[in-house]
C-alpha cells in the first residue's frame, strides 16, 4: 500500500515538471500552425501610427535575412514586424529553454548537463516548429530561425543561471551575517 502511494507521488511530481514543458511547446505549435495574416501586426501599426513618422524615428537599417531585405526606411511596417518577430522567437524559445532546464532537475543531472540537454531538447522542438511552419498559409520554415531560436534559449538559459547563482549568493551572505 506505501509502495503504490509512493509510486503515486512520483508520479504526480512527474507531471507537475513535464506539463509547463507540455503547455509551452503546444503554445508554440498553435502559433506555428497559423497563417501569417493570422498573426502580422502590419494591420495594427497602419492603423494605430503614420507612416512618415515611424519612418522618421526609425534609423537607416538594412537587414538581410532567409533572401530578402528588410528595410527601415522604405518599409517601416515590415521592418517592425521583422524586429516583433525575431525578438518573438528569442523570447518564446529562451522560456522554453528555462522551462526545459527546471524538466531535467529531478534527474539530478550537473548543470552544465541540464543546460545542454535542455538547448538539445529545444533544438528538437524549434527544427519541429519550422518544419510544421512549411504546412503552414504563407509561413516559410528555415534553419535560420532555429539558430534565433538556440540563442534566445542559450541568453535566456545564462542569463537565469547568472541571476539564480547571484541571489544565492547574496542570501548565503546575508544569512551569516544573522550568526
Not at 18 to 42: C, D, E, G
Not at 54 to 74: E, F, M, Q, W
Not at 150 to 155: D, F, K, R, S
Amino acid at each position: 500500500m506505501i509502495q503504490r502511494e509512493v509510486n503515486e507521488i512520483k508520479i504526480s511530481r512527474t507531471l507537475l515538471y513535464i506539463l509547463p514543458v507540455a503547455l509551452w511547446v503546444a503554445l508554440i505549435l498553435h502559433f506555428s500552425s497559423q497563417s501569417y495574416q493570422a498573426q502580422t501586426i502590419k494591420p495594427f501599426l497602419q492603423q494605430h501610427f503614420n507612416e512618415n513618422h515611424v519612418r522618421a524615428a526609425l534609423p537607416d537599417i538594412t537587414i538581410h535575412y532567409n533572401h530578402g531585405v528588410t528595410s527601415a526606411k522604405l518599409d517601416p511596417y515590415g521592418f517592425i514586424e521583422f524586429i516583433f518577430r525575431k525578438s518573438a522567437h528569442l523570447f518564446v524559445y529562451g522560456m522554453l529553454a528555462i522551462v526545459l532546464y527546471v524538466t531535467l532537475i529531478p534527474l539530478r543531472w550537473k548543470a552544465v548537463y541540464r543546460f545542454f540537454g535542455a538547448l538539445v531538447a529545444l533544438v528538437v522542438v524549434a527544427s519541429f516548429d519550422e518544419w510544421n511552419q512549411l504546412s503552414s498559409v504563407q509561413r516559410t520554415g528555415t534553419y535560420r530561425d532555429v539558430i534565433v531560436d538556440l540563442a534566445g534559449g542559450t541568453i535566456f538559459l545564462l542569463l537565469a543561471l547568472t541571476l539564480g547563482r547571484g541571489i544565492s549568493y547574496i542570501r548565503s551572505r546575508s544569512s551569516r551575517r544573522k550568526y
